[in-house]
């Protein structure tokens, strides 16, 4: 047997110990430290009118969504939620790869700056959130799928799951439609962020795009700086 049929990420741990665990990993993976970066390094609280929904409501609903399937799994046991071996690489590394892929599309695209795809709270989310948070939630819910249901309280607590990932599904609908700011551009020699973030949304309403707003000249200059 090859080391990589027993690997799987330091977070499994997270859903061997019941659901408040698993949900507290999950929460903390994201909203959780986000709002910590925000608040510490980018100088700023996160509020509704500028985060997507899918990050600020629909991520908090995988939470949920992972301490219903770790529940659904049955008592706390070595080994008895989590994924392992191939199938954990998978689960971590194609996100993480995806991750990269569309921090530098959505730069190209001119969705964001280069100083807004570095920022703290961007960086966070595309190479943490999207491998750690699919491994946990992705984990819990083929666990909690394969464990079935039976008993009304099991039942229940599939619907929980299930409605969970579906709500997150419809946040990131909801989001294509309505666009947000989402980051601000962070100077890391001065652990600051460029502008604040109603400078930003004041300065994209004086824009006909907003995407072309953010990554005018004014922003650009900024980077320099």
């Known amino acids: 047997m090859s080391v990589i049929d027993d690997w799987r990420p ?18 903390a993976v994201s909203p959780g430290v986000p709002a910590l970066l925000a608040l510490v390094l980018e100088r700023r ?33 070595a080994a008895s ?7 954990a690489v998978a689960m971590t590394m194609l996100p993480l790869l995806f991750g990269l892929w569309q921090g530098r599309w959505e730069m190209r695209a001119g969705l964001y700056t280069r100083a ?16 750690l948070l699919t491994y946990l939630v992705g984990s819990a ?21 299930a409605g969970g990932f579906l709500f997150w599904m419809a946040a990131n609908a909801h989001d294509r439609r309505h666009p947000s700011t989402g980051h601000l551009p962070y100077d890391w020699r001065r ?8 400078a930003m949304v004041r300065a994209s309403t004086r824009e006909p ?4 707003a953010r990554n005018n000249a004014t922003w650009d200059a900024s980077e320099r700086s």
Not at 209 to 212: A, G, I, L, S, T
Request: glycine fraction near 8%.
């Open 191 to 198: 652990l600051r962020p460029l502008a604040s973030m109603d």
């Open 116 to 131: 807004q795809v570095l920022s703290p709270t961007k960086i966070w989310h595309q190479i943490v959130v999207y491998p």
């Open 45 to 77: 609280l996160l509020r509704p009118r500028y985060e997507f929904a899918a990050f600020l409501y629909g991520d908090p609903a995988l939470a949920v969504s992972c301490a219903a399937g770790v529940w659904l799994t049955g008592p706390p046991a």
């Open 10 to 27: 330091f977070v499994a741990s997270a859903l061997e110990h019941g659901p408040l665990w698993a949900f507290l990993s999950a929460f």
């Open 141 to 161: 819910l083929l666990r909690g799928v394969a464990a079935g249901a039976g008993s009304p309280m099991r039942w229940m607590a599939l619907i929980v799951m």
């Open 81 to 87: 939620v989590p994924i392992t071996g191939w199938p």
């Open 209 to 212: 795009c907003p995407d072309v």
